[in-house]
């Protein structure tokens, strides 16, 4: 079955420290994979989008990284913000003539002054 | 413009009630989503529409009914909904209407109360 896990469920940081999000997955037939970043109340926005041959990508303090071989993929939060207090989401879409998007639970991430 | 626009922001509905959700999208793009979520889980996809054709209906009961009556604009007719039917109501948009689910742009949601 297809499936995208989320760890850890809920993570509480200081202000400036640095953080890791972790997905790992199961999909197969794999097509690319996205973090999103969800404030409360409000629609998801994409952070980053990876595709098989892509190891790492960036997008300010936020780097992604994927290792398709063993199918997981990381988030790392650089010199954290207040701002950064979101629920992170793993999403990874399948290819092939499905094409569904398989979503993970996310990740809540508290900033704390 | 690169923003998904969906009204109202909130809006409150007894199980009697006709109502409708609108979203907006200038980016040209030619795939709509509707998705629905809960509270700490994750979006739940209704509805596709690719060039403004019903693509992909997830198994979503008749008392949602969606619309598309252009390239820009996606509407969801609410009518006897129930109150587990509460839920924020996202709307999304993508480039490419033959390739669904590629880098999708969402709204800001709006989120429903069924009384």
């Known amino acids: 079955k297809n499936q995208v896990e989320q760890s850890p469920q809920s993570l509480i940081i200081l202000e400036g420290k640095n953080c890791t999000l972790q997905?790992?997955?199961?999909?197969?037939?794999?097509?690319?994979l996205r973090w999103y970043k969800q404030d409360t109340g409000r629609g998801p926005v994409s952070l980053t989008i990876?595709?098989?041959s892509e190891n790492t990508k960036s997008n300010g303090r936020y780097t992604a990284t994927l290792d398709a071989d063993t199918k997981q993929s990381s988030l790392h939060i650089t010199a954290s913000q207040l701002s950064d207090s979101a629920s992170y989401i793993c999403?990874?879409?399948?290819?092939?003539?499905?094409?569904?998007?398989?979503w993970g639970l996310g990740t809540s991430l508290a900033v704390n002054p | 413009d690169t923003e998904v626009t969906q009204t109202p922001k909130h809006l409150v509905m007894g199980m009697t009630n006709k109502k409708s959700l609108k979203c907006e999208q200038h980016?040209?793009?030619?795939?709509m989503y509707w998705y629905k979520q809960k509270a700490k889980k994750p979006p739940e996809l209704m509805f596709v529409y690719s060039y403004e054709k019903l693509s992909i209906n997830e198994s979503v009961p008749s008392r949602f009914s969606p619309e598309c009556p252009n390239s820009s604009l996606l509407n969801l007719h609410l009518h006897a909904l129930q109150p587990e039917d509460s839920a924020l109501y996202l709307c999304a948009s993508s480039q490419d209407g033959r390739q669904p689910y590629n880098e999708q742009f969402f709204g800001p949601g709006t989120r429903l109360t069924v009384l």
């Open positions: 999403v990874v879409k399948e290819a092939g003539n499905n094409r569904k998007l398989i």
């Open positions: 980016m040209g793009h030619r795939a």
């Open positions: 990876m595709t098989f």
């Open positions: 997905c790992n997955y199961t999909v197969s037939p794999f097509s690319n």
